[in-house]
C-alpha cells in the first residue's frame, strides 16, 4: 500500500524523515517519522494546524509514537515478558489486567463476527491477538495526535493504513491500493479523509495465515483488503476473509460500514460493497 499527493511527482512511500514540505501551504508544518517495532514498521505524516509550534508538534508525534512501542512491549507474543507471552505460559489471568481483558474481548467479537475464521486462540503457540492488535496500536496513537490537537494524519504499518483529515496541500489522502503480484499495477485508488484500510496477503505472506477450522495454510486468495473506520476492526476482517477465502465476501457491507476487496487465484479484484 502506498500514499501518495496529489502531484505531478511520482507516487512514493511515507518517507521516514521529520521535515517540512514545500508543497504543503506555507503556514502549516508536515512531519513525517518512521519507527520500528517487532510488530511492524510505522510511518506516521502528521500536518500541524497552524496554531501548533514545531515543538508542539514533536511532542505530539512522540506521545503516538510512545504507544505503538507501548502496545507492541505489551502485547508481542514473541516478547518474553508481554502479557501476552505471560497469559499463554500461564502466568496471569485474562482479567489480571484490563488491557489484555480488552483485547481478549475484541478478538472473541471478531471471532464472532466472522463465523469463527479470525480466531486469535487458532494459533500454533496459543492465543495470539497480533491479526488485531497491530491496527488496534494504530488506533490508539492515532486516538493521541487527535488528542494533542491534530485533525490531518496518516499512520501506516506494514500494509495496513490509518487517515485522518487532509493531506499536505489540504486535499483528501489519495491511497493506492498495489496488486500483490505485480507491484507497478493499482487494483483501485481511494481518496479518504477518514477511514482505514488493511491489507492482508501477497507474495511475501502466503505462509502468514492458517485456516482457524483446519490448521492448514490458507490459500485461495492472494489477498484481502478491508476498509472500515477503525483499523483494528479492519485488520482482523482481513485477516478472516485471507482465511476465508472469497466466501467471506458475503460479510460485507457491514453495517457499521465495513467493505472489502479480494484478488483471486485468477489474479482478477472482486468487491463487496
Known amino acids: 500500500m502506498m500514499i501518495t499527493e496529489r502531484t505531478t511527482e511520482p507516487a512514493s512511500d511515507l518517507p521516514a524523515?521529520?521535515?517540512t514540505d514545500p508543497r504543503a501551504e506555507a503556514d502549516r508544518l508536515v512531519v513525517r517519522h518512521r519507527v520500528e517495532t517487532t510488530a511492524a514498521s510505522f510511518t506516521l505524516c502528521l500536518v500541524a494546524p497552524q496554531y501548533m509550534s514545531r515543538r508542539s508538534a514533536g511532542e505530539a508525534l512522540a506521545d503516538a509514537v510512545a504507544e505503538l512501542r507501548a502496545v507492541d512491549a505489551t502485547f508481542s507474543p514473541t516478547r518474553r515478558d508481554s502479557l501476552v507471552s505471560r497469559l499463554r505460559r500461564g502466568e496471569i489471568a485474562v482479567d489480571t489486567y484490563a488491557?489484555?481483558?480488552?483485547?481478549?474481548?475484541?478478538?472473541?467479537?471478531m471471532r464472532a463476527a466472522t463465523d469463527g475464521w479470525?480466531?486469535?486462540?487458532?494459533?500454533?503457540g496459543g492465543f495470539d491477538?497480533?491479526?488485531?492488535?497491530?491496527?488496534?496500536?494504530v488506533d490508539r496513537a492515532a486516538a493521541r495526535l487527535s488528542a494533542a490537537g491534530i485533525a490531518d494524519y496518516a499512520i501506516?504499518?506494514?500494509s495496513d493504513l490509518l487517515v485522518r483529515g487532509n493531506a499536505p496541500g489540504g486535499r483528501p489522502w489519495r491511497v493506492g491500493i498495489r496488486h500483490p503480484e505485480d507491484r507497478k499495477r493499482m487494483v483501485t485508488t481511494l481518496e479518504l479523509t477518514d477511514g482505514a484500510?488493511?491489507?492482508?496477503?501477497g507474495p511475501d505472506r502466503r505462509d502468514h495465515v492458517v485456516n482457524p477450522h483446519t490448521g492448514a495454510t490458507a490459500g485461495d486468495l492472494v489477498a484481502a483488503t478491508v476498509t472500515g473506520p477503525e483499523l483494528a476492526v479492519a485488520d482482523a476482517y482481513a485477516t478472516a476473509l485471507y482465511a476465508a477465502g472469497a466466501a467471506g465476501l458475503a460479510w460485507f457491507p457491514t453495517p457499521d460500514g465495513y467493505r472489502a476487496l479480494v484478488v483471486d487465484r485468477s489474479l482478477r479484484g472482486r468487491a463487496n460493497g
Open 17 to 19: 524523515t521529520l521535515l
Open 197 to 201: 484500510i488493511a491489507t492482508t496477503g
Open 129 to 137: 491477538p497480533s491479526g488485531l492488535v497491530k491496527g488496534w496500536a
Open 156 to 158: 501506516s504499518g506494514g
Open 99 to 109: 488491557p489484555l481483558a480488552d483485547i481478549v474481548a475484541r478478538c472473541a467479537a
Open 118 to 124: 479470525f480466531d486469535a486462540w487458532a494459533v500454533p
